[in-house]
């Protein structure tokens, strides 16, 4: 999460969701914005990168008067990069489990697997983009600016929300080295595991393969 006193904002950082990227922009071109996920103990006492309005509002209750947001994408390119991420991060334990993408979302089939989300692991990074969007209440309390897919035009329009000119150049951060995303789903039910796992998000954001 992304926050700035001086024009009361808080940008909520979906995992996989292009956040390093935004982040930076922010960072770089709203002045004043800082992460939660630094050493700040007017934040956090520890380092946490990725909060829900839930669990910022109840630490934090000035989040609450804060304008919120954050940016979707779409679930199934979603999944190949957090696999790439993963395969990257998590090095031969995860890579000799999981040796392609077919394999990991196949686990599912399987029997289940220890945490509380069950399929795309590990539990926490693979929740659904909805979950990192929602209040105590169970909703959506974040302005979805716009779609990783369109990032430009997305940014554009937070910066024209918060009356700031827009930024003149875009980073790629953290981003994964694979193939064209689609090329990963060689089978209809590889497409329809990720239809299953995150058909809450397909439908509160418009998305379909």
Do not use: C
């Amino acid at each position: 999460m992304i926050v700035n006193h001086l024009h009361q904002f808080a940008f909520f950082h979906v995992p996989k969701n292009a956040g390093s990227t935004i982040g930076k922009v922010l960072i770089t071109a709203a002045p004043k914005s800082f992460p939660v996920n630094d050493h700040n103990p007017e934040i956090s006492p520890k380092p946490i990168g990725h909060w829900t309005p839930a669990r910022a509002i109840e630490q934090h209750p000035w989040v609450k008067r804060y304008w919120r947001f954050a940016f979707s994408r779409d679930p199934w390119a979603r999944a190949v990069s957090l696999y790439h991420f993963l395969l990257d991060t998590k090095g031969q334990n995860f890579g000799g489990q999981f040796p392609t993408f077919e394999r990991w979302l196949h686990a599912t089939d399987e029997g289940p697997i220890t945490g509380d989300w069950p399929v795309l692991r590990p539990g926490e990074l693979a929740r659904p983009q909805v979950y990192w969007m929602k209040n105590a209440a169970g909703e959506i309390d974040v302005d979805v600016m716009g779609k990783v897919e369109d990032l430009r035009t997305g940014l554009n329009a937070v910066f024209d929300h918060l009356e700031l000119d827009r930024p003149t150049r875009i980073p790629q951060i953290n981003q994964s080295q694979h193939g064209p995303w689609r090329s990963y789903y060689s089978t209809t039910r590889l497409v329809d595991i990720v239809a299953e796992q995150y058909a809450e998000d397909i439908e509160a954001f418009g998305y379909s393969f």
